[in-house]
């Protein structure tokens, strides 16, 4: 449970998610994803870093630039899945909080 847990502290800062967001059609560099993101240059390459270290992005040299890309696709997935799951948590607090006021 415990490498779980770490696995899902990836997910847990919002700019990355965004870094992730913007990987999602394919593989950029740094400065695409800037562009993509508004991050600062160096935000977007920590995130790719610990990105790349948790094994959920890869890096790809090119001549004088590295490409990113996500290596599975499926973390898409997950992210639609966890977002479907907060909403519906959300759902039932507003009714709980409806029904006692």
Request: charged letters at 20%; glycine letters at 6%.
């Amino acid at each position: 449970m415990e490498h779980l847990a770490e696995y899902f502290k990836v997910f847990s800062e919002p700019n990355r998610l965004a870094v992730l967001v913007a990987l999602r059609g394919g593989a950029l560099n740094v400065t695409a994803v800037v562009e993509r993101t508004g991050l600062s240059q160096a935000l977007v390459s920590k995130h790719l870093k610990l990105l790349t270290i948790a094994g959920v992005v890869q890096r790809r040299p090119e001549g004088s630039l590295v490409y990113y890309d996500v290596l599975d696709k499926g973390v898409f997935k997950l992210m639609a899945q966890a977002e479907k799951l907060m909403l519906a948590s959300r759902r039932q607090q507003l009714d709980a909080l409806a029904a006692i006021l």
